[in-house]
């Protein structure tokens, strides 16, 4: 992908609302499908992606089994640090596991920070 390219619609299988979760639930993870996204485990190791959030742009080189490079924070990741992708969050306890997702929030696991949760992702592009 060049640098032009932006991630969209993770799967071509959209999400059918389920009777057992909450209309909220189901709200938030159809609201997902048309936001867009990527799933980690649809990228190649090496797969470079540029996170705009509503703070900060991030750099994340994907690794593997959910690890990634991620820099772009003056504190937590001001060059790149070997953190865990956890996945993406409406706000709540409620995770969208290794996803990074517009409208949500990423979480990942720092190696001395513990849990670190972004403001809301804007944009997100493949290079």
């Not at 959209?14 to 057992?20: D, R």
């Not at 709200?27 to 485990?41: D, Q």
């Not at 959030?53 to 640090?81: I, K, W």
């Not at 992708?85 to 409620?94: A, F, N, P, V, Y």
């Amino acid at each position: 992908m060049d640098a032009q390219t932006t991630i969209g619609h993770s799967s071509p299988e959209l999400f059918q609302a389920q009777p057992g979760f909450s209309d909220a639930v189901n709200g938030n993870i159809i609201r997902s499908e048309v936001e867009g996204g990527v799933y980690l485990r649809n990228l190649l190791p090496g797969a470079v992606l540029s996170i705009k959030t509503q703070n900060r742009v991030y750099t994340m080189e994907v690794l593997a089994d959910g690890t990634a490079l991620l820099s772009g924070h003056p504190e937590f990741c001001p060059e790149p640090t070997k953190v865990h992708i956890q996945g993406s969050t409406w706000g709540g306890s409620m995770l969208k596991m290794k996803y990074i997702g517009r409208s949500m929030q990423m979480e990942f696991m720092h190696p001395s920070l513990g849990r670190i949760v972004t403001s809301r992702i804007a944009d997100i592009r493949a290079y």
